[in-house]
């Protein structure tokens, strides 16, 4: 019988074994030694390596200027920023130091950085603590934004993030933390910049991340006994993603639907959609359906978040929306 783990306990996994594995790896930030994180992620990892896990001052700059030095000489730091929000914090450091070491010095200097921060809403943490920020760092030149949506996914791509020597982003949902799936217990990675195609289907597909996946399915299936057949597409690696899959769906099914949470204005779904009207035009038979939140900061208040984010019903709506054409 396959073994069935947590999300949270995946990523758990993949830290440990690349700790065991390369004495290079290190983990740093806030609480993420003795306490094991604010989420319970980094648990067992100082137990049994004190010297590799490293609590630091509530200073996210100082936390990735801490890692870029340490990147820079040749060690694999995994840093964390305990909510993606805060890291405005070190934005400097991450854009202007991680991203482009490899490019100002011509590859003689390479920077093997993970940045693990947790993101996005219906945790009811409001404000500061509920934001999806992958759109703010898609600009960046240098910077892989990997984002899991299975435990799978989760210990297999963050095996593959450290092992990069590129910069990475790791985005973590916070509601995908709980979520349980099989995962060996053995060592095994994922490439990165390969989407997967996590359900087939003939008349429409849907792009979607992260949380959006699952919900994106659960649609798929709602929709199944009506006789509509819809193909769900997660890029895993948000950038640099993997056009020639989406674009074969798109060949296929000729409708499409962008299910992205955070705000429509700039985000993922509208970089997703502007390269299919650019690249494969002539295959469209509808337009280009985007499923995001509202352009609006996530409340606090349960009913309001429920409002801003959008929901499976959303996804719903938007295939057969395009359906009509």
């Not at 060949?251 to 993922?268: D, F, L, N, S």
Request: glycine fraction near 8%; include cysteine; hydrophobic fraction near 40%.
């Amino acid at each position: 019988m396959s073994r069935i783990i947590s999300y949270g306990k995946a990523i758990n996994e993949a830290l440990h074994q690349e700790m065991e594995k390369d004495e290079s790896v290190f983990i740093l930030g806030e609480d993420v030694a003795k306490m094991g994180g604010d989420f319970g992620i980094t648990a067992g990892i100082w137990s049994r390596w004190p010297k590799r896990a490293k609590d630091t001052p509530l200073s996210e700059a100082a936390i990735l200027g801490l890692a870029n030095g340490a990147a820079f000489c040749g060690l694999r730091p995994v840093a964390e920023i305990m909510f993606a929000d805060f890291i405005t914090e070190c934005f400097d450091q991450l854009v202007n130091n991680s991203a482009k070491a490899h490019y100002m010095y011509n590859g003689e200097v390479k920077c093997p950085l993970v940045v693990r921060t947790v993101c996005g809403g219906g945790f009811r943490a409001a404000y500061h603590h509920s934001q999806m920020v992958e759109s703010w760092l898609l600009n960046v030149p240098g910077l892989y934004i990997v984002a899991p949506s299975t435990p799978y996914e989760a210990k297999g791509l963050l095996i593959s993030a450290i092992r990069n020597d590129n910069p990475v982003v790791f985005l973590e949902h916070k509601m995908l933390y709980n979520l349980k799936g099989e995962v060996p217990e053995e060592y095994y990675s994922i490439d990165l910049c390969k989407a997967d195609i996590k359900k087939e289907g003939t008349d429409v597909t849907v792009i979607a991340t992260m949380k959006m996946v699952h919900l994106a399915l659960e649609a798929a299936q709602k929709l199944a006994p009506k006789g509509i057949s819809v193909e769900v597409i997660d890029p895993r690696t948000l950038f640099p993603y993997d056009k020639e899959t989406i674009i074969n769906s798109v060949a296929k099914t000729g409708r499409v639907v962008i299910a992205q949470e955070g705000p429509k204005t700039g985000g993922y779904a509208a970089e997703i959609s502007a390269m299919l009207m650019e690249e494969m035009f002539e295959f469209l038979k509808a337009p280009i359906k985007r499923v995001t939140s509202l352009d609006s900061h996530v409340p606090f208040a349960p009913i309001m978040e429920d409002y801003v984010l959008p929901g499976p019903s959303d996804v719903e709506n938007a295939i057969q929306e395009v359906l009509e054409y």
